[in-house]
């Protein structure tokens, strides 16, 4: 059985960090692209960061460029958000999400191309 299981999130205000981690089970973890999208109220799911499968390659959307950090512990299965600076814009629910492999690093933010997701942990940032 498959698991994905976000903890981090919660309520901070703009300019503070939080950091999200998901726990995997289930699958080829290690042999898996990860990646962190984010959904907020009346928007479509954006891709955030993702990281390959050994952690050497790195992806992130411009928004968040410089602020957050990905990264993974292959002997824990376990991937993490580090998300440093944060404002208004970034509140939303995040998702942890796996590609095995192949994947291709070219579509890395395209939601559809995902097999496994967790339920989300909420990130919310007041002013």
């Known amino acids: 059985q498959v698991q994905l299981v976000e903890s981090g999130g919660g309520s901070v205000q703009a300019g503070g960090s939080l950091r999200l981690s998901c726990a995997a089970s289930?699958?080829?973890?290690?042999?898996?692209?990860m990646t962190w999208f984010r959904q907020a109220p009346g928007k479509e799911r954006e891709g955030v960061a993702a990281?390959?499968?050994?952690?050497?390659?790195?992806y992130y959307v411009d928004s968040v460029k410089g602020r957050f950090t990905i990264s993974r512990d292959n002997a824990k299965n376990t991937v993490y958000l580090q998300m440093n600076s944060l404002k208004p814009e970034d509140t939303a629910m995040y998702y942890c999400?796996?590609?095995?492999?192949?994947?291709?690093?070219?579509?890395?933010?395209?939601?559809?191309?995902?097999?496994?997701w967790g339920q989300g942990t909420q990130v919310t940032v007041s002013s």
């Open positions: 990281i390959g499968s050994g952690g050497g390659n790195t």
């Open positions: 289930g699958y080829s973890y290690s042999n898996s692209l």
């Open positions: 999400a796996a590609k095995p492999t192949p994947f291709y690093s070219r579509y890395w933010r395209d939601p559809m191309r995902y097999s496994y």
